[in-house]
């Protein structure tokens, strides 16, 4: 029997792009979000382009985890 995931730890980890979905068991894409996200964040560090390039990866990683545990029937 699978032990039923936290709610908590869920929300915690799906603060960081990639984390949740790890922790839902989805490993290759929560390395994916992961390494899409740390490369954004130090391509704005070093191109200084502005912080709101990385938004749009932060958005899509929560809707999709959301999408995830959450499927419409």
């Known amino acids: 029997m ?3 995931k936290s709610r ?3 929300f915690a980890f ?3 792009p ?10 290759k894409m929560g390395v994916s979000f992961m ?4 490369l954004s964040c130090a391509v704005v ?3 200084e382009i502005g912080a709101f390039a990385v938004v749009p ?3 899509y990683a ?9 499927p419409c029937q």
């Open 18 to 27: 990639g984390a949740g979905h790890m922790y839902i068991g989805f490993m």
């Open 57 to 59: 990866i932060i958005i």
């Open 35 to 38: 390494a899409g996200f740390f």
């Open 8 to 10: 908590f730890w869920l």
């Open 62 to 70: 929560y809707v999709n985890l959301g999408v995830r545990l959450f």
């Open 45 to 47: 560090g070093i191109t």
């Open 14 to 16: 799906s603060l960081i």
């Open 2 to 4: 699978k032990r039923k």
